[in-house]
T-cell receptor, first 111, second 114 residues
Framework: DAKTTQPNSMESNEEEPVHLPCNHS???????IHWYRQLPSQGPEYVIH???SNVNNRMASLAIAEDRKSSTLILHRATLRDAAVYYC????????????FGGGTRLMVKP | EPEVTQTPSHQVTQMGQEVILRCVPI?????FYWYRQILGQKVEFLVS????????KSEIFDDQFSVERPDGSNFTLKIRSTKLEDSAMYFC????????????FGNGTRLTVT
């Protein structure tokens, strides 16, 4: 599996935007970029995914570099509930493929 | 919103005993997965299951582990003879049959082997 690199931890202030970076320089043409998060004492939760174009949903935005070697997850207004470990994962587009989790970025949100 | 449910939330067992962890995936999903997370470590893939058979498994998923979908709604993970190092959170997940469909995870079963 192609690997991703994320900072171990980041801090943010409540109600401010957060930009979580991810590097994936060895991404292949069929890899989609997925983001999941894991709140304390819970299972991982899907956030967003994309292939080439930027994506928005109710939880976050995903900005993908033109060469696809990096991406950024954007939380527009962090809340205390957004404190979690955020995982950037490359996944082939075929149905049923599993996810390979790395270490992720631990996001701390200060009131 | 439909969700994946896992029971029990916490299971304590003695070394060498068999345990069965239970999961009810989302009803119209076709792919099922088990993951585990040892305390303080990464979430690790164990096995995926589709069309009543294992589609992929990791090196962790050795002969001590088995999975079953006994009745069309439950999905179980059995560990035949537990070891201390099997202590972990075990997460079940399911996804639909569509390409790139996300995995929906349960909140896990904490297994403690003493």
């Amino acid at each position: 599996d192609a690997k991703t690199t994320q900072p171990n931890s980041m801090e943010s202030n409540e109600e401010e935007p957060v930009h979580l970076p991810c590097n994936h320089s060895t991404i292949s043409g069929t890899d989609y970029i997925h983001w999941y998060r894991q709140l304390p004492s819970q299972g991982p939760e899907y956030v967003i995914h994309g292939l080439t174009s930027n994506v928005n949903n109710r939880m976050a935005s995903l900005a993908i570099a033109e060469d696809r070697k990096s991406s950024t997850l954007i939380l527009h207004r962090a809340t205390l509930r957004d404190a979690a470990v955020y995982y950037c994962i490359l996944r082939d587009g075929n149905a049923g493929n599993m996810l390979t989790f790395g270490g992720g970025t631990r996001l701390m949100v200060k009131p | 919103e439909p969700e994946v449910t896992q029971t029990p939330s916490h299971q304590v067992t003695q070394m060498g005993q068999e345990v069965i962890l239970r999961c009810v995936p989302i009803s119209n999903h076709l792919y099922f997965y088990w993951y585990r997370q040892i305390l303080g470590q990464k979430v690790e893939f164990l096995v995926s299951f589709y069309n009543n058979e294992i589609s992929e498994k990791s090196e962790i998923f050795d002969d001590q582990f088995s999975v079953e979908r006994p009745d069309g709604s439950n999905f179980t993970l059995k560990i035949r003879s537990t070891k201390l190092e099997d202590s972990a959170m075990y997460f079940c997940a399911s996804s639909s049959g569509y390409p790139n469909s996300p995995l929906h995870f349960g909140n896990g079963t904490r297994l403690t082997v003493t």
